[in-house]
């Protein structure tokens, strides 16, 4: 699949990196005060949009990676395929974590279990976007 110029350029993918992370973020609080407030029913549906989300905003730029840029990348410079093996199973993680939060929530319903979760996946994103940001470009 051809790799559009947002992905190659360092600054409009840093840009995708800070934009998605940021709304992950914002929404992540969200979730959090509504559930502190005690608000589970509302805390339930902005996760829901949440998991939406991560699904077409951060996994979805995952998959484009992986869909030419990272296959790119290998071939202008063989001695990054270990680290774009590395990159990938971040994504895979981040995949991993969505699923397993989808899951858990179909089964036992909102809990703060889901919340822990929810913030470790902003942890890991921002750590692989900074290691994709310094390693690749
Ligand atoms: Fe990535
Ligand atoms: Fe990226």
Do not use: C
Request: glycine content about 6%; aromatic content about 6%.
């Amino acid at each position: 699949m051809p790799v559009g110029p947002s992905l190659r350029q360092r600054h409009a993918h840093q840009a995708i990196h800070a934009g998605g992370l940021a709304g992950a973020r914002s929404k992540t609080e969200e979730v959090e005060s509504l559930y502190t407030n005690g608000n589970l029913e509302m805390a339930d549906q902005a996760m829901v949009e949440l998991l939406d989300y991560w699904e077409s905003r951060i996994l979805s730029h995952a998959d484009a990676e992986e869909d030419g840029f990272y296959q790119e990348v290998v071939e202008k410079n063989p001695t990054l395929q270990e680290t774009v093996l590395q990159l990938k199973r971040d994504h895979e993680l981040m995949r991993i974590v969505v699923k397993n939060i989808h899951q858990l929530r179909e089964s036992n319903g909102f809990s703060k279990i889901l919340l822990h979760k929810l913030y470790a996946l902003l942890e890991i994103n921002e750590v692989h976007s900074q290691e994709e940001e310094r390693l690749l470009f």
